[in-house]
């Protein structure tokens, strides 16, 4: 094999994110001559980000001080806020008070990849060098051990591995110091903090599932600005999560569902349980009649102050969602990934190495406010009644309670089937009031089209299953299959054969949630990224 092209430059930023560009927008502000490089996996900048998304504009002010006379496409101040608790299937009750951490007064509803997609071509003003369809698929080490850049996965390989004829192989990009800023689970940041034992002084880090729908209504139902969070009905009281609601410009409306990745009953299906909420007496006169325009599915990091890692490494650095700094009470992360990008080029500009910035995150406002709510997301683990009562009390003294409670690896929440039978309290769909559904899209793969993922069917299956055998024994005894309920985009199903049940894998359906990564109670998946380019492409999600 021929010896491999080699792009060289001062700093490689992994993900194309609000934490990426913004620390590339920030270093070449303070240091115009240095070279610096931003790879995407998706096709083109911000078609593979999905979040609600509601976002604090102070950190974007400081980064891009006129950014409001040409704001993005998606954006729309926040004129309204309700909190609702849905009974069952058709009652609800408003509540008197919205809870602070979701008072949105002076902020924006965005669409998160409509935002990166217009940070773009500001950082490329600038002379930051964007590469979007480029997949980092393993991080580069000098003699030293220290990361000193990252491959890019080749092109064109066919599913048994051999090379098609469009086969190219991936160069690699080396640097004196790589920036990870994938977001959720990165594929790399996941290698790397194994390897450096970064979280070796932490929490397991936890997570939730989000899935968002956006979708174009008839004139007259929309109340432009308003924004809605439910909790509540089609869930127990035992599964942490939630809805929202975000009144958008034009007509349209975003809506969403997070949902804990700790939750217990095996035979909850997340995918499932945003299609009921959407058929809700109160939200389906809403929709009805409308058109499902996009549709997505992505990781939510939950684990917050207690679950930082260590965010520095040689020759490397973790920033935003990569390093988990997203606040769960806020459902927000989009601001404290652009403040951590901002902070992280601060550093380098001013010390030229990942040295220090650990210090200097943990020391900032962005680890402060997690500090101040880091008791609120596991609280919820003793139910939703006692969750709420507990954020209540964190809330009114600030986080000032002398202890921190702890957080436990959501893959290992999961009950078998027999405990789960035993649970009283057992979820949906075991809920008597489940509601016939009439709203799009009719099953997961119908969702996937609105998701408009595209793989090519003749490449290396890119979710990688270690040991199939535990799939078709330990797991139809103990678990009867999770993976075919937890993913929302219909990946995994068990078929029968002539030789008896295999398990098949529907790579092409992914969405790049990397839910099965996080919730196998094996822990015997592992999501690597596929060919550059692949997967979702969304919309204003």
């Not at 095996?266 to 939200?283: D, R, S, T, V, Y």
Request: charged share 20%; with cysteine.
């Amino acid at each position: 094999m021929s010896e491999r092209d080699i792009m060289e430059y001062d700093i490689v930023t992994v993900g194309a994110g609000p934490a990426g560009l913004a620390f590339a927008i920030r270093l070449k502000q303070i240091k115009p001559d240095i070279r610096v490089c931003v790879i995407e996996k998706a096709a083109a900048v911000g078609a593979q980000i999905l979040s609600g998304a509601v976002i604090e504009p102070e950190p974007l002010n400081a980064l891009l001080p006129e950014w409001g006379r040409n704001p993005p496409p998606v954006c729309v101040p926040v004129s309204k806020d309700e909190f609702w608790w849905l009974r069952d299937a058709r009652r609800a009750m408003k509540s008197p008070l919205v809870p602070p951490q979701m008072r949105n007064h002076g902020n924006f509803i965005v669409s998160l990849g409509a935002l990166c997609a217009w940070l773009a071509p500001q950082a490329e003003a600038l002379g930051v060098e964007i590469y979007p369809g480029f997949a980092a698929s393993e991080p580069l080490f000098d003699e030293q051990g220290a990361v000193c850049g990252v491959r890019i996965g080749d092109m064109g390989i066919a599913k048994d591995g051999s090379h098609k004829a469009g086969y190219t192989q991936g160069i690699d990009i080396r640097a004196p110091l790589t920036v990870l800023a994938e977001g959720c689970r990165g594929s790399l940041g996941k290698q790397l903090i194994a390897k450096y034992a970064l979280d070796k002084e932490c929490d397991p880090q936890t997570y939730g599932i989000g899935i968002k729908e956006l979708w174009q209504l008839p004139a007259g139902r929309v109340e432009v600005g308003k924004v809605i969070h439910t909790v509540g009905w089609p869930m127990s009281t035992s599964i942490y999560g939630g809805s929202f609601l975000y009144h958008l410009d034009k007509d349209r409306v975003a809506i969403g569902f997070v949902i804990g990745l700790d939750y217990t009953d095996p035979l909850f299906n997340p995918w499932e349980a945003f299609q009921q909420f959407k058929n809700h007496a109160m939200i389906k006169p809403l929709l009805d009649g409308g058109n499902l325009v996009c549709a997505g599915a992505r990781a939510l990091i939950e684990g917050g102050f207690q679950s930082l890692p260590k965010v520095e490494m040689p020759g490397a650095l973790l920033i935003g969602d990569s390093a988990g700094l997203m606040n769960v009470p806020k459902i927000k992360g989009a601001h404290q990934a652009i403040r951590s990008g901002m902070l992280a080029a601060e550093h380098v500009a001013a010390t030229g190495t990942s040295a220090g910035f650990d210090a200097r995150l943990r020391a900032s406002p962005a680890v402060e406010e997690l500090r101040k709510v880091r008791n609120i997301r596991p609280g919820f683990h003793k139910g939703l009644w006692m969750g709420l009562a507990n954020a209540g009390w964190e809330t009114v003294t600030a986080g000032l309670s002398p202890w921190t409670l702890k957080n436990h690896a959501d893959w290992s929440s999961l009950h078998t089937i027999d405990a789960a039978r035993a649970d009283p309290q057992a979820p949906a769909p075991h809920q008597p009031d489940y509601v016939e559904r009439t709203l799009p899209p009719r099953d997961r793969s119908a969702a996937v089209y609105f998701a408009a993922t595209a793989h090519d069917e003749d490449q290396p299956v890119h979710l990688r299953v270690a040991d199939t055998t535990i799939c078709l024994t330990r797991c139809t005894a103990e678990y009867a299959h999770p993976c075919t309920r937890f993913c929302p985009a219909g990946v995994y199903d068990i078929i029968d054969t002539a030789t008896g049940p295999c398990l098949q894998i529907n790579a092409a359906n992914c969405v790049h949630c990397k839910t099965c990564d996080i919730k196998d109670p094996y822990q015997i998946i592992t999501w690597v990224p596929p060919e550059g380019g692949s997967g979702p492409s969304y919309q204003n999600l």
